[in-house]
Nanobody
Framework: QVQLVESGGGLVQAGGSLTLSCVAS????????MGWFRQAPGKEREFVAV??????NYADSVKGRFTIARDNDKNTVYLQMNSLKPEDTAVYYC???????????????WGQGTQVTVSA
């Protein structure tokens, strides 16, 4: 069982930056593929980024603007978000045990979510 707690969301103007953090419980953090997903109002939850032992991958919509990183000593995964756009507004969820199948991403564990709002 893994518990995830996100922080760092808030309100920012378009073009600004935010960094999200997610602290995971448990002693096997380094073995999990960690990721971020988001859900905008009226839309389905979508994949944003994943990081595992082979590297990282991003949704096309955030590639070049967002960076995912992890600190295994602190059981923490980060999402650095730059050049934010109003369409990035969503609840952002931390995820552990991220996997993909035929281009679709899912996860075993989810955080409670943190709101990111980007004003025009």
């Amino acid at each position: 069982q893994v518990q995830l707690v996100e922080s760092g969301g808030g309100l920012v103007q378009a073009g600004g930056s935010l960094t999200l953090s997610c602290v995971a419980s448990g002693r096997t953090f380094s073995s999990y593929a960690m990721g971020w997903f988001r859900q905008a109002p009226g839309k389905e939850r979508e994949f944003v980024a994943v990081i595992n032992w082979t590297g990282s991958n991003y949704a096309d919509s955030v590639k070049g603007r967002f960076t995912i990183a992890r600190d295994n000593d602190k059981n923490t995964v980060y999402l650095q978000m730059n050049s934010l756009k109003p369409e990035d507004t969503a609840v952002y969820y931390c995820a552990a045990g991220v996997s993909s199948w035929r281009g679709s991403y899912s996860s075993d564990y989810w955080g409670q979510g943190t709101q990111v709002t980007v004003s025009a």
